[in-house]
């Protein structure tokens, strides 16, 4: 390969990877009770979980222990319910 190809090929390559670490920033989780909205009436009955909820389950994922730790929000979150619906929507339940 030649010199300039592999100048270009390197260029390219730290463009990606400035790129793929701008996309790692802009996932960061912002931890909100509130986000688990869609999860209330699942949390509360047997009420299965509508996608909406386990898609905002899978986002809220890292900040599930914060969430048990609080006294606001342990009686739900850490319900069986709320096992039963973790588990329908796939995401482990978090051992804190």
Known sequence: MKKGSCASLLCALVVVLVVLAEA???????CNALELG??????TSSQAPSAACCNK???QR???CGYIKNPSYSKYVNSPNARRVASTCGVPYPSC
Not at 24 to 30: P, W
Not at 38 to 43: D, S, W
């Open 24 to 30: 790692r920033v802009t996932e960061a989780v912002t």
């Open 57 to 59: 389950l899978r986002e």
């Open 62 to 64: 890292p900040c599930l």
């Open 38 to 43: 869609p999860c209330l009436g699942a949390f």
